[in-house]
């Protein structure tokens, strides 16, 4: 059984999507059991169905908004974010899932969870989807906004072995976002990349990949330090949200185009679930000894549910164990070259 | 009499969209005048009427994907670009529009033409679309990877007389592009230009804005680096084409849908202008002693109209004087206080 610890109190609509969105992870995977961590009376109330499935009580919910995460993680362990994040470090859980606080989950990860041996930099990796269907890999969205490159290739030679095992990629490549795809491009950080990268035997290095085709992009894998990337995913974001409105304000400015509106409506539905994160899971933090995974704040149980099958993808694939070897490998060769 | 230069060779189209939108733009504008460098077998070929047109004769053009800007613009002072943009230094011109290669126009910018004075770094600023249909400036967009904020200064300060005296906006704001709201955010450079711009009273400081907002911003001036507002430029042009891709894709996935699509098409196409640079004119370059317009490469007449209209608005406006004269005055109080 794969042990699945679940901050049932983090998020928007905790704790009723938590709750929902374990129950069906529970009677769609087979192979999964969860812990929830959080109020057990609102918990009570909502489980129709205790089966694979417990409740630890915890005392306290970090805000979506908290403004000084760090303090926050250190003065509650008893919040149904750090109880489930310190589930790992006592081997209670094989993973955790939480659409808490990113900037809370990042900062509790680092001082409850145990690191993967050899991982210098954490850090926190969307999928995001696109044109092809097949979601892309998008790093570091937040957790260190200024990185060495040999953090960077770390980071991608997870996301490679990541893309490989558990998205079912079978040659992914890494691009490196960048103002231009000439060798050459950008700021010193982005040259220095691209040569490391340009070297490396660890994973296959596509080159610089300009924004301009994010949602389709020639690789599997979006890279830069913590700033640039968080910047992407945020205008994706802005982008998707303004063009929304934009479109509906067209649809509805004429009776012949409400009345096409009308019967495009499902199209536009997909649409809006296509460019949806709640289809593709939620965020991995990289550089921890086990996977904790980051929802979207805003997930509904059929979002939330995918964060926990993710999760459990991911225990299932050992892709932790093999990036870990791996780290050992090179370190051991670099010592014995030195 | 306001006197344009035009490159007219380059661009996609060019010169065939270029002296077309040239064409319009003496019929739309009264007091302009217009120079075309260009080859004039070509110009002559397609220009139906040459009141207040005249044409330079220009024996190179810059090519699109130009590797070596600088060198090239050195190399070739016979290119239409660089013809252009000498005419401002010998006074022949009080604005140049060019929808040739963006690097290679910035380049030839530095070399050619006059510094405003006291204008510490040169960047360029594209109009983005918003969902209010003001439309919004961003920079830098990619003449400056590397700044200091006093550097940012300075152009949103330019940025905002620009928004108020051009786009007629009672009393722009100025928003910092930040990966969180809140003070205290982003790397050293965004702390210090939030610090700086929270001090000054140049212009109207917003505070922090997450390119989530980047459609639909609550300020009219977005700022960053030049290397994260080109990233931003682009992911929005990313995003944008992506989803247009996506959309298309649901809505001819059913009969219905396709239906709707036929009825929809009207907004759509609306839409796709709603959230083109177009309609919206071209990139200003800031820091010189006279604009330089560089109008979207892919611009057809319209388009590069857009970008000759905007030129002239410019020159009418006297923005350039204004901020000259503030430097300066700017520059004398710091003198006195030293």
């Known amino acids: 059984m794969i042990r699945i610890g679940v901050d049932a109190m983090g998020g928007d609509y905790a704790p009723k999507e938590q709750v929902e969105g374990a129950m069906l992870a529970i009677q769609k995977i087979d ?4 812990t929830l961590y959080g109020d057990v009376e609102q918990i ?26 760090i303090r926050a993680i250190k ?35 680092h001082i409850l969870v145990r690191r993967m041996q050899g991982f210098k930099r954490t850090a926190i990796a969307p999928l995001i989807p696109s044109v092809s269907g097949r979601p892309t890999i998008l790093l570091d969205s937040g957790a260190n906004l200024e990185i060495r490159p040999e953090h960077m290739l770390q980071q991608a030679y997870f ?8 998205l079912g990629v079978e040659n992914p490549k890494v691009g490196l976002i960048n103002i231009g795809t000439e060798d050459g491009k950008g700021r010193d950080l982005d040259k220095e990349a691209f040569h490391l990268f340009t ?13 301009k085709q994010v949602l389709d992009p020639p690789c599997d894998i ?14 994706i974001e802005g982008t998707a949200k303004g063009m929304g409105v934009i479109l509906k304000k ?9 009345i096409g509106a009308l019967f495009a409506m499902k199209s536009l539905k997909h649409f809006k679930k296509a460019i949806s994160a709640e289809e593709i899971g939620g965020a991995l933090i990289y550089g ?9 704040g805003a997930s509904k149980a059929y979002g939330f549910y995918n964060g926990i099958r993710q999760a459990a993808t991911i225990v299932r694939s050992g892709v932790f164990e093999k990036v870990e070897a791996r780290l050992k490998e090179v370190k051991a060769n670099e010592s014995e070259s030195e």
Chains 1, 2 share one sequence.
């Open 199 to 211: 070297e490396t035997d660890l994973f296959d290095f596509y080159g610089n990949v300009e924004p």
């Open 159 to 166: 996301a490679a072995v990541y893309s490989k095992e558990v």
């Open 250 to 258: 067209e649809l509805s400015s004429s009776l012949l185009s409400k």
């Open 288 to 296: 921890l000894y086990r996977p904790v995974i980051k929802a979207q």
């Open 31 to 34: 192979d999964i059991e969860i």
């Open 44 to 69: 009570k109330a909502l489980l129709k169905n205790d089966e694979r499935i417990k409740i630890v009580p915890s005392h306290y919910v970090i805000p979506m908004g908290e403004k000084d995460p």
């Open 222 to 235: 979006l890279i830069s330090d913590g700033f640039t990337a968080n910047i992407v995913m945020k205008t």
């Open 75 to 109: 003065e509650h362990p008893d919040a149904s974010m750090s109880m489930a994040l310190a589930s790992l470090r006592k081997d209670e859980n094989d993973a955790v899932v939480s659409s808490g606080a990113t900037q809370a989950l990042i900062a509790g990860a």
